[in-house]
């Protein structure tokens, strides 16, 4: 009796229907809404060769509108591309060069990402990921520093969010987006005669994203 019940069993698993992946998951997907920019930043700097001791800078943050592009492979993996309106940051000096406007810069943080999505049942959907940024130089502006120039740059992101899904196809989204980059900027310091300025910048910000996603 005990070897007939084992034999009916498995004869059930055997004929048993595959598990079957969540298609509404798979395929393209986009994000769009503000992105928000926190800059952490920290500079070394130098006029006429000569490093200024406790000089650095600070750069304003930045409100945006970001949008993403990303495909999911399958229900836990998935690329993403994001990026936005370039905005523009206003550089000014500290500590020694506290009340110096350096000048304004308007750039283009762009993100390409792996993700992992945490295999969950339900609306909230959690993910992780790491990838790299370029941030693009569009345009600088002169102010205390003439013939500002600043450097177009790589670095590194690591990120982690969640989508809700209202349906299938539609729902909300938010991801934080550490970046850690750095880059160089020149010019020529108005107040010191036109010397020669350089400063290696760390950036490194925060780039909150919120928003609609939709599922294609």
Known sequence: MKLRTLALTLSALAIAPPAVADDSKIGWYLQLGPAGVAFSEGAS???????IPGASTTLSDNVTLGFGLGYRFTEDFSVIAIGGIPPTTTIKGTGPLNGVTVGKVTYGPLIVAANYHIPTKGKFQPFIGAGINYTMVFDTKDSGISNLK???????????????????????????????????????????GGAPVDAKIDLDPLILHAGWVHRF
């Open 150 to 192: 600043a450097d177009s740059a790589f670095g590194g992101v690591l990120r982690l969010g969640f989508d809700y899904m209202v349906d299938d196809s539609n729902g909300f989204f938010f991801s934080a987006n550490k970046v850690f980059v750095n880059t160089k900027a020149t010019g020529n310091a108005v107040a010191l």
């Open 45 to 51: 700097i130098s006029a006429g060769g000569s490093t």
